[in-house]
Nanobody, 124 residues
Framework: QVQLVEDGGGSVQAGESLRLSCAASGYTWNTAWFRQGPGKEREGIALIYTRDGRTEYADSVKGRFTLSRDNAKNTVHLQMTSLKPEDTAVYYC????????????????????WGQGTQVTISS
């Protein structure tokens, strides 16, 4: 069983930046970040493919968030810039143990491992 440990949440003002990290205890297939704001459904916001490092982003964060991977450390980093109050949420790292074809790439049902979540709060 792979464990995911998140780090880097906190409280900042709008326009500032934060970086989240997710360290995996073992190999994972693909890794994504999800977030769940107050009263909202869990939303997939960024995905990185292990095989080629290709990334995908939700429209809500495209151009502001950048996902990268350090393969040597089994760690992914989510650099978040130009943060907005609507980015306030609990952020979760998730990973797959194998390719899952029946769900879209960022459908949470396709992920097998989840971190504990880290709070990100953006004040205006």
């Amino acid at each position: 069983q792979v464990q995911l440990v998140e780090d880097g949440g906190g409280s900042v003002q709008a326009g500032e930046s934060l970086r989240l990290s997710c360290a995996a205890s073992g190999y994972t297939w693909n890794t994504a970040w999800f977030r769940q704001g107050p009263g909202k459904e869990r939303e997939g916001i960024a995905l990185i493919y292990t095989r080629d490092g290709r990334t995908e982003y939700a429209d809500s964060v495209k151009g502001r968030f950048t996902l990268s991977r350090d393969n040597a450390k089994n760690t992914v980093h989510l650099q978040m810039t130009s943060l907005k109050p609507e980015d306030t949420a609990v952020y979760y790292c998730a990973a797959k143990s194998q390719i899952v074809y029946e769900y879209s790439p960022m459908d949470p049902r396709g992920f097998h491992y989840w971190g504990q979540g880290t709070q990100v709060t953006i004040s205006s």
